[in-house]
């Protein structure tokens, strides 16, 4: 991590970047600064403080003898976590699984081998998708970022383009996602007793658990010394946060019991990774140092509560990751001239400033950008009812296709293949997505791409050019956009250069440089870890539990049913027009 200033609210900003170092930031700030937050005070007070908050004030009976526990690890490609397993480093994982056999089964478990993320693959569209079983277009969360027209609203749980960490803290300690959630979660789909560590998707769990500000404190100065990245991934701002959260939810079950459902977020892999100059092979060594020594103890705290003999044991991440250069060059910037912002403003377009509020005299906008990292969502205003400088668009009415959307489609083709008006935009595009636009009371529709003459059809473009690198190209992008809340991903989506180009050429969208990005459909990027082991159960019993609610294809989402399925509750109907490539893990 390159500090450009020893400042703390420099380091914050470009900690901003990374996925999960917002949430450790922000909660840093917190901390320090002891914020009251109004509309959830109780849950502030656990944020400044460390421990636990109970969010039903009659928890849900416990079911004698049921208990799974959920490790989700973020930003922890398939292939780091079964090189983990296979390294000999990871003890306390591979001891659960125990000897492998052929075809993801193990002695205990099943690692599905060809599970696969929502798009984009980024952290709050992924952890929607997964602890709701519904897509984004379903489940209303399209991004890290995303822009809901009908109320002007610019939401960034997770901020890229921005410097602002207001949503953020909103996510921690006011549950701000999970109220954006259009469909259930998990824990109110199951209501049974459900813990919840630091995970910010706890609407319907019994208890949520979090650090307090001794860990933060105490972390201020490896911030500072720049250690995030450095040769011991325990003493690490990230580590210490994964480790420190065990603690917690340790004591919690110590107070309460087991419950039958624990989740427990290690949000540090991910923010570790992006700040190491030597990323995957420093992954592998964070997870064997700080990750499986973290679900050893929550192993151990089973054991001595006589819970860990037939308890189920998941495995799952939010997306992988793809190595990038860490410099300006390739990180694409925001609302300056030289950026996607800049080429938007000079199709013609007032654009919406990278900042999460507005002052009264910046809501003239007609078009907004979103980032996910390889991919940016730009949502467009119908010009015509806001021509004058100082005027408010109607965003609840559709842009114009011909007048409005296309010009900023060839725009972006141009720039890509000419370099003009920007020569640093050349050749940093790979696909520009963009679709008939729908008023906001209606469903969106299905994206197609620009081959630079008209839109095409996803499947007939891919027909005629393949591009096995991306993966599921067609059925993740209809998931993402052909929905009821599809229009939150835009009316253009742009796919950045990534996994499929050499280092030097992948270019992200994003303010700051990180060693690694993700958002793409590129493999690196899609393919997760999904395995489930049962303590002293059968490996080949796993694979049928899993294969019976995910069809041919798995993908993230089917975490919920899976889990549904373990405790026993009826199967999941997906909404309408949902089902499809075998995915009946969907809830409405």
Known sequence: MRLKQPRIPQMIAQMTAPIIAQMILKTIAIALAMVAIQSCAVVSKTIASGGEVRLQSVPPPKLPGKHVIIFALDGTSRDQ??????????????GLLGKEHAGGVFDHGYAAPDAVSMLPSSTVADWSAIFTGAPPAFNGVTGDEW?????????APVPISIDDTADLQKAIANGMVGDALEVPTLYQLLGIDSNVSLMWIYRGATLYTIVGPSTYTGLIGTLIAGKLNGESAEKSLSGALDLDSVKTLVAAIDQHGVPNLQT??????????HQAPNPLPSQIGYLSSVTDKAVGEVLDEYRKKNALDDTYVLFI????????????????????????FGLVRDAGFRVRKAKLTLADNEQD????????????????????????????????KPPRFTRDVMPVVRAFDKVNRTGRPISRLKGTIDLIFARKPAASATPAGRFEIFDGRRLVAIH????????????????RMDWLSNGPYGNRAGDIVLLSKSGASPIEGRYYFAAEPHYTWHGSADESDSYVPMVLIQVGGSGDSMRKVIQAQVGQQPYEKDLTPIVRALFGTKPMTPPSGLAASGATGSAK
């Open 81 to 94: 976590f079964m090189a983990l397993i296979r390294s000999g480093k990871a003890p306390n994982i591979a």
């Open 264 to 273: 427990i977020y290690f949000p540090g892999i991910d923010a570790f990774t």
């Open 147 to 155: 822009f809901e027209r009908e109320h002007m609203r610019f939401f």
């Open 365 to 396: 906008y007609q078009a907004v950008l979103a980032y996910q990292g390889f991919m940016a969502y730009v949502y467009l205003a119908d010009r015509s009812t806001c021509r004058a400088a100082g005027a408010r668009c109607d965003w609840n």
């Open 460 to 475: 007939d473009y891919l027909k005629a050019h393949p591009r096995p690198d991306l993966v599921d190209l067609e059925q």
């Open 317 to 340: 991440a939010d997306h992988g990751q793809t190595p990038t250069l860490d410099d300006d060059t390739h990180a694409l910037g925001a609302d300056g001239d030289n950026t996607p």
